[in-house]
């Protein structure tokens, strides 16, 4: 065991022991020279005979997450390999498990269920849509961290797998009994997303209950036998989650997150009421009713047909992720075929950003598209307001960080009314605050971009240099606390030291003291001291940031004195 007090890796001091099993021990360490926490995990390797196995499942585990960038999964950083043991340095959150808010407070409120599993659904979604779908195999409370912000993370990828379509069945059974779904245990092929979703269902089971599945009588009950006032809309939810045979089951992350958002509409109580006012109208009907029976079949019929070839675009477009221009082309056939669901609009905006340039040509379809097809955008806004909202700040971020041209501004008044159509979706919605929070600094801020440079000609722009500077910080705090990516971090970087280097002088002139600009420039340059990736690109931009920050404090000395 590492004592308390010990420096590893050179940089990382131990200061206490934060959770333990059998071989292997968390540590709360901190890096003196940048103040920042870390948890540390010690594999210990001395009379392990499991080492080896346990250190193949972390390597696996590091080379997962090492890829991934989602504000609800942690980074991995570092890895040192000892003697004595073997250490992997990670994210430290601040929190605690789900499993142990159930043990101390019991069965938890639906709307904060929902709440929390509606986030579980963001990052299952972001794991399975990856080139190669992540299947995460081992949802259960204990593995689920809840900070203080109300945000969870997931943790723990020691049985996590890349699908393989040529593979018939997993190399492995792991998973956790009572939470895992029947074909993690073989015989019935390998795993995939509708796996995952066993799995959070029975994870419902338990939040709502305080029942764990994996304990005596290692069965799932109706959850309202437990607990009468739960919704039976939750409960039938449930129920399909965890059907034994996969193919009974949601058939991706999407259709579950949609049935959660509206659970209500699948409650008895409204079935019952509708059945008997169908009813009332059955007698009046007459032979009427049967011609509109027939016009539903057919409209089924229909719909059916309709939601195939959707899907069937959709995963066409998944299988040419290498060729961009032919995936998009096919998000643009899902859209025209069903122009209010929002998973092709989505899809799109993702491929758009793959290569790190949205361009004049992409932007081109995503516009064509809307005044060709008659409004698409209006049947998705009045279908599926908040998901569009989504896709407006999805096409601001796009113009604002991936927007490729040499003239002024560009891409960031392009990006303005994308910004202020999300900005209106998220204003009421409390589940995406943080996004409704960027959008009003992003158009603050290209506002007062314009405004100073008109007023610079004019002699007549004092003041307006402390209010752009809060703007500009207030982007960056809101990346750092839920990131996007690597990409618009980045960017982000490159933009704040940029106009330290061109208004150091206005800032200085503006009461933005010396202490806020080198503050900034430190904390940039802690992230990049994390930073590894094996893009070309990204590599450059680093470079570019990492010349720029000499350049800057010596801006900041000239001006400041």
Not at 223 to 228: A, D, E, K
Not at 339 to 358: I, K, L, M, N
Request: negative net charge; glycine residues 6%.
């Amino acid at each position: 065991m590492l004592k308390i007090g010990t420096i590893v890796g050179g940089k990382y001091k131990i200061l206490n022991e934060i959770g333990h099993g059998g071989m292997s021990t968390v540590y709360l360490a901190i890096n003196e020279k940048v103040n920042k926490s870390w948890a540390i995990k010690e594999i210990r390797k001395k009379n392990n005979r499991h080492f080896e196995t346990m250190r193949q499942s972390m390597i696996a585990e590091i080379n997962l997450l090492r890829r991934l960038r989602h504000p609800n999964l942690p980074r991995i950083v570092d890895v040192i390999d000892n003697d004595d043991n073997f250490l992997i340095v990670m994210d430290y959150i601040d929190g605690n498990t789900l499993e142990h808010i159930v043990e101390d407070e019991g069965a938890q409120p639906q709307g904060r269920v929902v709440e929390w599993v509606l986030q579980l659904c963001d990052v299952l979604n972001y794991l399975h849509s990856r080139r190669s779908p992540i299947i995460y195999r081992d949802m259960k409370p204990s593995n689920i961290m809840l900070k203080s912000d109300g945000n969870i993370v997931l943790i723990d990828f020691g049985t996590a797998r890349e699908h393989k379509d040529e593979s018939d069945a997993d190399t492995s059974y792991l998973g956790t009994k009572g939470y895992a779904a029947p074909e993690q245990f073989g015989g019935m092929g390998q795993t995939d997303a509708r796996t995952d979703i066993y799995c959070l269902g029975a994870t419902m089971y338990h939040l709502l209950t305080a029942h764990s599945p994996s304990a005596p009588p290692y069965e799932m009950y109706p959850i309202t036998q437990w607990r009468p006032e739960l919704s039976d809309g939750l409960e039938k939810i449930i129920l399909k989650c965890t059907q034994k045979n996969p193919d009974n089951r949601y058939q991706s992350i999407d259709e579950l997150a949609y049935a959660l958002r509206n659970y209500t509409d699948l409650e008895a109580d409204i079935q019952k009421g509708l059945k008997k006012r169908f009813a009332v109208f059955k007698a009046m009907l007459g032979a009427a009713a049967l011609c509109v029976l027939v016009g539903l079949g057919f409209s089924a019929a229909s719909g059916i047909k309709l939601n195939s070839g959707y899907k069937a675009l959709l995963e066409k477009a998944a299988c040419h992720e290498e060729d961009i221009r032919m995936a998009q082309e096919l998000y643009m056939e899902a859209i025209e075929l069903a122009p209010r669901r929002p998973e092709a609009y989505h899809e799109f905006c993702r491929a758009a950003a793959f290569d790190s340039e949205f361009t004049a040509e992409e932007e081109k379809m995503l516009l064509d598209i809307n005044t060709s097809g008659g409004k698409y955008f209006e049947s998705f806004a009045k279908s599926r307001p908040l998901e569009y909202a989504d896709f407006c700040y999805g096409i601001g971020a796009l113009y604002w960080h991936y927007f490729s041209t040499d003239v002024g501004q560009g891409g960031k008044n392009n990006a303005m009314p994308w910004f202020e159509a999300a900005a209106i979706g998220y204003k009421e919605d409390e589940r995406r605050k943080a996004e409704y929070d960027k959008c009003l600094a992003y158009i603050e801020m290209n506002g007062l971009s314009q405004k100073i440079a008109a007023l610079q000609i004019e002699g007549n722009d004092e003041g307006m240099y402390r209010r752009y500077w809060e703007c500009l910080a207030a982007v960056k705090a809101l990346d750092s606390q839920a990131p996007v990516n690597m990409h618009v971090t980045l960017d982000i970087d490159r933009e704040l030291i940029s106009c330290i280097i061109d208004y150091a002088g206005y800032f200085s002139s503006d009461n933005v003291s010396k202490a806020e600009l080198l503050d900034m420039l430190g904390r940039i340059e802690n992230e990049l001291i994390d930073f590894d990736t094996p893009d070309e690109k990204q590599q450059a931009t680093v470079s570019d940031i990492e010349g720029n920050l000499a350049d800057a404090r010596r801006r900041i000395d000239v001006c400041y004195g």
